[in-house]
Structure formats: C-alpha cells, structure tokens
C-alpha cells in the first residue's frame, strides 16, 4: 500500500475568499487509486461572482468579479491591499469581465468582454492602456473571452465570436493573429512556453510547444466518458501536470501529459471541496490551487498532494 499526503497549510483569513485548509491521502491498493480528503478548517465570508483568479510570484492573490466587474488584490497573508474597478464603460471600468492574467511586471490583464476590449491595469489599480476595440479588423475584437500571457510578456486573447487568438507584444502593440476551426474554451502556458488551448466542443486538449510547427492532441477517456467534453478551464502546474474543471460532475479532474487521469475530486454542492458551477481554476504551486466556484460565490484554496 502507497501512501501520499499534503503538508497542512497554515490558515490565513483572506478577506472575501473561502480558504480551505485540507490534507489529501491517496491510498493505492491492488492497482486501485482511491482519494480521501481530509478539511481541517474553513474560513467564509462573501463575494458576488468570481469567475477567475490569479496568483502573482510573491503570492498576491488576485480575483475577478463578473457581477461587481471588479478586481480584489490580497497578499499572502490574506490582507486585502486593494480593490479596483467598477461597471461602466469608460477606461478603466468593466462590463461582464470574464478573465484576468498577469504580466511578468505584475500588470493585470483583464478581458472586458461584454465593452469588447481589453484592459491593462497596475497592480495598485491605475489603468495603464487598452488593448484593440470593437470590430472586425486585424487587430479588434468583438468577444474577447480569454487572455493570457506567456512566459516572454506576450500577449494572447481568444475571441470567441471570430475563431482568432490574437497577440499582442508586452507593450500592447498588435503583432499577428491565428485563425481556428474551433474556438478554445481556455488559453494557458507553461513554464516551458508551451501553449495548450483546451476544445471542449472536440473533446480535447491542443498543445503546441514551443518553436514547433507540430501540435499534439491531449484526450483523457475513462470508461467511454470524456471529462474535457464538458471541461470549462486547464491550467498547468511546475510539473506539467494539467488540472481541468469538469462542469458537468463539478469536479477537478488532474491529468498527465498523455492524458491519464491522476487524481480527481468534487462534486455539486455547498460544502467544503464541493463546487457549484465553478468558472475558473489556477495552480498556485506544485502544491496548491485556487478554484473560483462562482455560484457557490467564493474561492476555495486546495492542497494537492506530495509523493512521500
């Protein structure tokens, strides 16, 4: 028998977020994985909608909310450092927000869906540029749904109303734009520059590697179900590991780089570990990640487990 196991995470209150403190065994019997979450503490209070959340390098917890189209900022020991952003349209106001990420500078990315841009914010909250505007044109948008930034400060925002992933240079400036069958459901990158753009409507996972003309399909299929049919967001953690959202059992799904399912847990519900449409996931670290459960109106902070 196999034994693996987190480290307890020290609590810390962090304003309008749950923060779920757990310890995860996995015990491996005969070939058989069987996962067994243990929480030890919550810690609650309010949030309207967050639908993404973003960690910076010296662990600056950064979240999204749709329906108060604000950003909420709060260091490592949960002490909120500042709030920014209200619905309108004007610069530096938002309207339907969907995604955030962040540059290597610690700016703060965000796609302003429902104005048709994108906006480039400091960290203290002082707008700096917009990225394009409404149309159709190399170089505008018309539903600009998911950003991201790769590992060299470029960047990518998927239109899901064109079919078109656009790049922009770390300064803002319009460089090319790539059209595609199929419109992404999520953009990321790994620490290897590597690109994955998750297609629920196909079933798949695409990456494309670095300086490679070549992709490669990433499919997960247990038992004739396909959780990236009904997967909602990925990232990819130090490893190279890939966590997605499965929408549909509202659970985390964890994935290796051929597609074989690690670990999974979740399910619908209110409780501690359980998720009610949940919008967006980030891996903090090797060890941790962050899941905005939007109807459940908070974002919870899981351990994931370490081989002993």
Request: glycine letters at 8%; hydrophobic letters at 40%; one cysteine or more.
């Amino acid at each position: 028998m196999k034994r693996y196991h987190v480290n307890q995470i020290k609590a810390s209150k962090i304003g309008i977020l749950i923060i779920l403190i757990v310890s995860v065994v996995l015990v491996s019997a005969n070939g058989i994985c069987e996962e067994k979450v243990n929480f030890i503490r919550e810690l609650k209070a309010g949030i309207e909608k967050p639908v993404d959340v973003a960690v910076s390098p010296a662990g600056d917890v950064y979240i999204l909310d749709e329906s108060a189209a604000k950003i909420s900022v709060f260091n490592s020991e949960g002490v909120l450092k500042v709030a920014f952003g209200e619905k309108g349209s004007q610069l530096g106001q938002m309207y339907k927000p969907k995604t955030i990420a962040l540059t290597r500078e610690g700016d703060v990315v965000v796609a302003d869906t429902g104005n048709s841009r994108v906006q480039v914010f400091r960290p203290s909250g002082e707008i700096l540029y917009e990225l394009g505007n409404e149309g159709a044109v190399s170089g505008q948008f018309r539903s600009p749904a998911n950003v991201a930034v790769d590992m060299l400060g470029y960047i990518y925002v998927v239109d899901d109303k064109t079919n078109k992933i656009l790049r922009f240079s770390p300064h803002g400036a319009f460089l090319s734009e790539m059209q595609i069958e199929e419109m992404p459901k999520d953009i990321v990158f790994d620490k290897e520059q590597n690109m994955y753009l998750l297609f629920n409507e196909s079933g798949r996972i695409v990456k494309y590697p670095a300086g490679s003309d070549v992709s490669i399909d990433i499919v997960n299929i247990d038992n004739g179900y396909n959780p990236l049919s009904y997967a909602v967001a990925l990232d990819v953690d130090e490893r190279g590991d890939i966590y997605i959202i499965d929408n549909n059992r509202n659970k985390i799904v964890k994935i290796d780089q051929d597609g074989k399912t690690l670990f999974s847990f979740g399910s619908r519900g209110v409780g501690r570990g359980q998720f009610d449409m949940p919008e967006n996931i980030t891996s903090a670290s090797k060890d941790q990640i962050l899941i905005a459960d939007a109807k459940n109106k908070r974002v919870q902070n899981d351990a994931n487990w370490r081989q002993q």
